[in-house]
């Protein structure tokens, strides 16, 4: 026999090769959630600029809906609502069935005055697969419908969110001040 191919030597080369790309991604995510902790902890601290860098990082050592959704979070709190509107697009190109980026879509246009653009991102965030707190999409749809005299539609969101969440106090809260609205 030719010793130069030995077929169970080079299965363990292909498999030691998976092997070393399964630990480098694994490493790339650990570095990636240890970035977006701390990315995390500054941007609760208000160092907004430091969160930023470091949410960058994170999502270069490894892109997560989380990191991407995030991001976006941070620069809405600088009022950089296109940029944060496009983060969010980018976290639903990784993940589509992570709720949160649809509900800030919808957020961010609130924000702007585009209700009938945010109405139909708070739809998609309702529908979508993961999504924690689940309750929020209903908030802001209610918040829409408030806001333009629909006090209806309104209660019917505010109803659904209490439905969901009902251990939430600000959601039984705004829900009661509608309820005394229209008594």
Known sequence: MDDRYDDDRFDEDERSGHEENR???????????????????????GQF??????????????????????????????????EAIEECHRAIEVDPDFGNPYNDIGVYLMQKGRFDEALSWLEK???APRYEP?????????????ARGEWLKALKEF???????????????????LRGRLN
């Open 49 to 82: 600029e430091q969160a930023i860098d470091l949410y960058k990082q994170s999502i270069e050592a490894y892109p997560t809906a989380q990191a991407h959704t995030f991001l976006g979070w941070t620069y809405s709190f600088q009022e950089r609502l296109d």
């Open 125 to 127: 965030a309702k529908q």
């Open 23 to 45: 630990f480098d991604a694994d490493d790339r995510m650990m570095n990636a959630q240890e970035l977006f902790q701390q990315a995390y902890e500054l941007q609760m601290e």
């Open 159 to 177: 109803e659904k969110a209490v439905e969901v969440m009902p251990n939430d106090p600000g959601a039984r809260q705004v829900l009661a001040e």
């Open 134 to 146: 689940r309750h929020f999409p209903y908030l802001n749809t209610g918040r829409i419908y408030m």
